[in-house]
């Protein structure tokens, strides 16, 4: 069984920063895409940024510029530097594995931004 723990969210103000990490432990295939995702209240969950194992990445227009992602694939880990942050950031971050036909989610940590 696969688990991602995430860690990091909280609140802070407009322009400030926070690093997400998402640690993933159990059996996950040695080629695998771990991700960000976001849902702000009444919206659909979509992409914040994703990577492969190796190292080729996927950003949402929205983030470009200020949001960085990144893994240490020797800790299955994958790292969210959110630089620049914006009321419209605020969100529950979900961390997600993917390879093969198998998906996992994390349980979220929520990020609030205060204008």
């Known amino acids: 069984q696969v688990q991602l723990v995430e860690s990091g969210g909280g609140l802070v103000q407009a322009g400030g920063s926070l690093r997400l990490s998402c640690a993933a432990s159990?059996?996950?295939?040695?080629?695998?895409?771990m991700g960000w995702y976001r849902q702000a209240p009444g919206k659909q969950r979509e992409l914040v940024a994703s990577i492969t194992t190796a190292g080729t990445t996927n950003v949402a227009d929205s983030v470009k510029g200020r949001f960085t992602i990144s893994r240490d694939n020797a800790k299955n880990t994958v790292y969210l530097q959110m630089n620049s942050l914006k009321s419209e950031d605020t969100a529950v971050y979900y961390c997600?594995?993917?390879?093969?036909?198998?998906?996992?989610w994390g349980q979220g940590t929520q990020v609030t931004v205060s204008s």
């Open positions: 997600k594995l993917s390879y093969l036909a198998f998906i996992y």
């Open positions: 159990g059996s996950i295939f040695s080629a695998n895409v």
